[in-house]
Structures are given as C-alpha cells and as structure tokens.
C-alpha cells in the first residue's frame, strides 16, 4: 500500500501561485501534495495513491505533457487538468487527446477550477468503483467449470436450452443442469441480470453462438 494518499497533486514552478492554489484547492474539500519540483512530484505521482494531476503546463526540467506521458502506465485510474498563461493548440489537442480532463487558462477563475476538479475526481472515483466491481466480478466467473463458462455466454445473448444444447452438441437436459449451477454461483436468475454482470465482467465474450435470437 502507498504511505500517502491525497485527491490533488498541484505541480507548479511558481511559488508563489502553487502556494495559492494549495490553498485554494484544501478549501474546496480536497487533500492536496504540492509541488515546485516536476522532477519530485513524479517521484511522488509513480508512489503514491492519488487521484487528480493539476499541474501547469510549461515548467523547467518536464513540462506537463512529459509528466503526464510519464503516468500513461499508471494501472490505477486518474485524471489531470492542465494550466497554462500561454497554450498552444497543438500542446491543448495533445494533453486532451492523452486524456486530460481540462485545460484551464491562467489566472483561472474559482469555478472554474472547482469544475474541473469536481468532474476530473468523480470521474476517477466512478472508474475505481467500475474496476473494483470488475475485479470482483470476475472472481465470482472463475468459480465456474469451462464448460459453465460457455453456456454462460451463450444465455447472455438469449440462446435458448435447445439452442445451446446444439451448439455444444450436449442434452437439454445437461444445460439446464449448468443453468442452475451458473445462478447459483454468480447469484443471477433471470437473462437480464446475465448481461449486466457480463458487462461488469469487462472482457470479450467467449466462443460464438449460433442460432441465438
């Protein structure tokens, strides 16, 4: 487990404006890391649990676009707002095609950065409770035999018993056995409570069906 965990990591070279926007921010309801040093805030960011990047875009030793490709491997969700006195469009397309949730011009209006973190913090906390449900779910479907597995896949696009039993080339009577074993395990009972944890599941259906409606 990380030693810190903070909503809002601000990088900026400006003392005197990082200091602002600490302050800023922690009055918002956030727990912030600031940081004057890209270099020290990366070493923070690659350790650390945390969830929104708020960092100015052109600083010495890395900008904002290099600290933020640096993260792109980063398996936890996270978010970056990007602020900048002089942007260009190119550097704007790039952060935002890499993700960034906004780009705020400097001085940045007070709802203006309150937005963009509001947005880019809930969006990162809705992907965590998405992955973590994932995760969990896919425990749940590793419970199942290989064989349960198909039929599971089968009944999530609505095959019926006769269908699946020919697809698979068993009885009926064989896949109404590991139709029940499938809702007893994942705790589903009807078709559309399949799909939903299938989309939970987060991964490709396995095998194909034929004849399903």
Known sequence: MPETICDVVIVDDDRSLLRALDKQVRAMGYSTQAFDDPLLALEFLEHADWKCLLADLSMPKMNGLELQSHLETRSEPFSVVFLSGV???????????HGAVNFLEKPVEHGDLQAALSEAVENVEGARRKKNESASARVRFDQLTDRQKEVFWQ?????SNKQIARNLDVSERTVKAH????????????????VGFSQTLDMEREGSVEGAK
Do not use: F, H, N
């Open 87 to 97: 942007a260009s469009v190119r550097s704007v397309t790039r952060a935002m095609r």
């Open 155 to 159: 009944l999530v696009v609505g095959a």
């Open 179 to 194: 139709r029940s074993a499938i809702r007893e395990r994942l705790g589903l009972e009807t078709q559309m409570d399949m």
